[in-house]
């Protein structure tokens, strides 16, 4: 029952965080929110069992992602311009979806059920044969390597992909053509 | 019961509107980004929370456990973060990119500069 309510506190934190995030309009005091946000998140993620995702997300969505972002915000400039109009159609557009998606949840498993379809099908078998066929007693890892292992080497070419495509962007022909100047209004 | 039951999903669900409403809202590139990165952080705990099970433990196999929460929607997740990081870095050297030929990163300059819109 405390793991529920721990549970509870962390998610509206979270929802608080978002919501601050959506409100400021300087791009670090952003930035800082979306770090306080995969924190936050990484720290859900140890309350529900998942303590590999925890350390991935502690390390990728809290370190390098907003390392990336400040770099790009110290290139590109912290200050958002304010929108010239009143953000009514989007307000309209995220009501209706997030609504459906609300109509989508009601004949959903609740929460930590353990008669749940996800946990009926292949789940069984590799918690139960993970020690004799791969030897590791993590199954995410045995899962993640063994099992999946096609679906890992997939995984990294779309990070090489990546890769080769930001040195395209930015690494290779820099400044050989200094960019047009462009009078800012 | 019902409405504990489905906390979770709901407060996902106003997390990833949030992010969706920064990504459509917002007219600065490196805001969107990270308006796209608040709703994928979002997906990913929908899918941790449908893999808890009720008095499960950390799926480590011990002699003494025999519940374990469902480790596939962590490999999944496992994946989908570093594949964020990934597109996630795309997308900022897209913006450095289009500020270096724009001198701008707000959309409505880049459109009065095309005369786009």
Same mark, same amino acid.
């Given at each position: 029952m405390l793991i529920e309510a721990i549970n509870i506190v962390l998610l509206g934190m979270l929802a608080l965080t978002a919501l601050a995030a959506v409100r400021l309009h300087d791009l670090f005091a952003v930035t800082i929110m979306f770090g306080i946000y995969s924190l936050l998140a990484a720290v859900v993620f140890v309350v529900l069992d998942a303590v590999d995702v925890a350390f991935t997300e502690a390390a990728v969505g809290v370190g390098i992602s907003t390392v990336l972002m400040l770099a790009t915000i110290g290139l590109v400039g912290r200050h958002e311009q304010r929108p010239a109009h009143r953000p009514l159609l989007p307000l309209l557009v995220v009501a209706v979806t997030g609504a459906a998606l609300v109509y989508g949840t009601?004949?959903?498993?609740?929460? &930590?059920?353990? &008669?749940?379809? =996800?946990?009926?099908? =292949?789940v069984p078998y590799y918690l139960g044969k993970s020690p004799e066929q791969?030897?590791?007693?993590?199954v995410v890892t045995s899962i993640l390597a063994s099992y999946r292992g096609y679906d890992t080497l997939g995984e990294l070419a779309v990070i090489f992909t990546a890769g080769v495509g930001v040195l395209a962007l930015?690494?290779?022909?820099?400044?050989?053509r200094p960019a047009k100047e462009h009078p800012t209004p | 019961m019902n409405v504990a039951g489905l906390y979770n999903y709901w407060i996902v669900i106003l997390l990833m509107m949030t992010g969706f409403y920064v990504v459509i809202s917002s007219g600065n590139l490196v805001k969107k980004i990270i308006g796209l990165n608040l709703f994928q952080a979002s997906v990913f705990i929908l899918y941790i929370s449908m893999g808890k099970v009720m008095?499960?433990?950390?799926?480590i196999l011990r002699e003494d456990v025999t519940t374990y929460s469902n480790p596939l929607p962590h490999v999944l997740i496992l994946t989908a973060i570093v594949v964020g990081v990934a597109t996630t870095a795309l997308g900022l050297a897209l913006v450095v990119r289009i500020r270096e030929a724009?001198?701008?990163?707000e959309e409505d300059d880049i459109h009065r500069q095309d005369e786009s819109l």
């Open positions: 009601l004949d959903m498993p609740f929460f &930590a059920d353990p &008669a749940a379809p =996800v946990h009926q099908h =292949v791969t030897g590791i007693p993590n930015l690494g290779l022909r820099r400044r050989k | 008095n499960g433990a950390v799926p724009y001198g701008s990163v």
